[in-house]
């Protein structure tokens, strides 16, 4: 059973490191500034699972006022299987249902079978959609 609570400062060093050996981390956002974001935006938070103390599941989850939408879902690789990402993930549902929310959204990398499969186990449905995107700030773009 995780214990389930919001990030707290001394928790966002764990949290990154927890991210990158979830291979969820990319060159081009550093998660550090995804996490401060999430936490001042007033619309956003990280939610972290522990087990006897250990931070072995996070999830960054917000909403634009309409929708809700979730990031950086991952578990510590070593506890995969035990119903982590499945705990993390209904904590961030019902954060978003406190908040008055009614869907969520997620986006999951092209070909990442696997992480279609398991939120596919969660109700979540593929969609027939195409993302855009338009960078407001060029300096973050990936190069």
């Known amino acids: ?3 389930i609570a919001e990030i707290a400062d001394a928790d966002i060093e764990a ?5 990158a050996r979830a291979g969820l981390t990319r060159p081009w956002n550093d998660p ?22 250990a931070i072995v599941a996070g999830v960054m ?8 939408a979730v990031y950086y879902v991952g578990v510590a ?10 705990a993390i993930m209904a904590a961030a ?3 978003l249902k406190a908040r008055g929310v009614w ?7 092209a070909g990442n079978e696997k992480v279609i499969g398991f939120y596919e186990t ?11 995107e338009k960078w407001l700030d060029e300096s973050r773009r990936p190069k």
């Open 15 to 19: 949290v990154v490191d927890l991210w």
């Open 61 to 68: 989850v917000g909403h634009d006022g309409h929708r809700g």
């Open 122 to 132: 969660l109700g979540f449905n593929v969609q027939d959609r195409i993302a855009m």
């Open 32 to 53: 550090r500034d995804d996490i401060a974001f999430a936490r001042s935006s007033g619309h956003g938070t990280v939610l972290v699972g522990r087990e006897e103390g």
């Open 77 to 86: 690789p070593d506890t995969a299987g035990r119903g982590h990402g499945r």
């Open 1 to 3: 059973m995780l214990d």
């Open 93 to 95: 549902e019902a954060w």
């Open 103 to 109: 869907k969520l959204n997620l986006l999951v990398r």
